[in-house]
């Protein structure tokens, strides 16, 4: 069955809003996220024991449920009634990382709770996820190497972490332009030949690319509209983009819970590399699941310019 077209779009800032939601598509934990909101962790506690093994699933449901204004307080009547439960104690903790990255908590407090988590369930990546996004923002570049490597040991494939990751790396060196052997690019594609043939991981470079154009644009390196940029027409940028493109018409994961950012990546570099077919292609298994990065990169209103490159791409302009 093909893919249902992409959605018409408003100018109302309430269909902006709407159009960045977090949870993607994942219905289950919309439904969750909403009951959450009224009080009753009943559902949240179903949900997040159904993600035992599923460990990307897990992290991308835990920390979208730690985004809800009230999740602290309900996941903490929870952990009251079941102290002994892990699944009440991450979510604890990546809501005390959430907020403790918007200043609400002290980071002492996040780091803790976290470790609290961590120690209910060795095996759980999900703790240590929280102190690497924790610490992405705040902590130093060991720190970050560190607590990869324990969310890693964990669980190899990690997408949330691998991206993390790269977001840090491209930050190296920001005055250096684009040099085609700088660190982000080693990792990405040393992780994407790491992984198995028909994990999403096989992106990672395309997103170490935005992710670099983006402090280059940040330091004036590169101009603030990509289109404009050299960035993703070079040798080098173009067989990235092919291999990245050649592995989703393979491989699409149409079951992985974070596909929707991958694509986003995706469908951004090949409008970015002037492909307007391929991605077009992109756009409509986007759908209305837009992400902000990498449209917002560097700092441009996200919204504007996915629709405006999902529009010329479609021929909609």
């Not at 598509?25 to 997040?48: C, F, K, N």
């Not at 996941?75 to 892990?86: G, I, V, Y």
């Not at 803790?112 to 705040?138: F, H, N, V, Y």
């Not at 983006?214 to 990509?226: C, I, Q, Y």
């Amino acid at each position: 069955m093909p893919p249902p077209p992409p959605p018409a779009f408003g100018r109302a800032r309430k269909r902006a809003d709407r159009l960045f939601d977090a949870a993607l598509d994942d219905t289950e934990l919309i439904a969750a996220r909403a009951s959450l909101a009224r009080g009753r962790w009943a559902t949240v506690r179903a949900l997040l024991a159904s993600t035992r093994d599923d460990w990307d699933r897990r992290g991308h449901r835990v920390t979208v449920l730690a985004q809800e204004p009230a999740a602290l307080a309900w996941a903490r009547d929870w952990q009251l009634a079941e102290p002994e439960s892990p699944c009440a104690a991450v979510l604890v903790a990546h809501a005390v990382v959430h907020r403790a990255l918007n200043g609400k908590e002290s980071p002492d407090a996040a780091r803790e709770a976290c470790r609290a988590a961590a120690a209910l369930a060795p095996e759980d990546p999900t703790p240590w996820l929280g102190l690497l996004i924790l610490e992405r923002s705040l902590g130093t570049e060991e720190d970050v190497v560190r607590l990869f490597d324990e969310v890693r040991a964990r669980y190899p494939d990690h997408h949330h972490a691998h991206h993390l990751v790269v977001a840090r790396l491209a930050e190296r060196r920001a005055d250096a332009g684009q040099d085609p052997l700088h660190e982000v690019y080693d990792f990405a594609n040393w992780a994407a030949e790491q992984a198995p043939a028909d994990s999403p991981l096989a992106i990672l470079p395309v997103v170490a690319h935005a992710e670099r154009y983006r402090v280059l644009a940040a330091t004036g390196s590169e101009p603030p509209d990509p289109v404009a940029s050299g960035h993703w027409v070079g040798r080098r940028a173009r067989q990235v983009m092919k291999a990245a493109f050649d592995w989703w018409l393979e491989w699409e994961r149409d079951d992985h819970p974070r596909r929707h950012v991958d694509l986003n990546f995706l469908a951004h570099a090949k409008y970015c590399e002037g492909r307007g077919a391929e991605a077009a292609a992109l756009f409509h298994r986007i759908g209305s699941y837009a992400t902000p990065a990498p449209w917002s990169y560097p700092d441009r209103d996200p919204y504007t310019a996915f629709r405006t490159a999902r529009d010329t791409a479609l021929g909609t302009a």
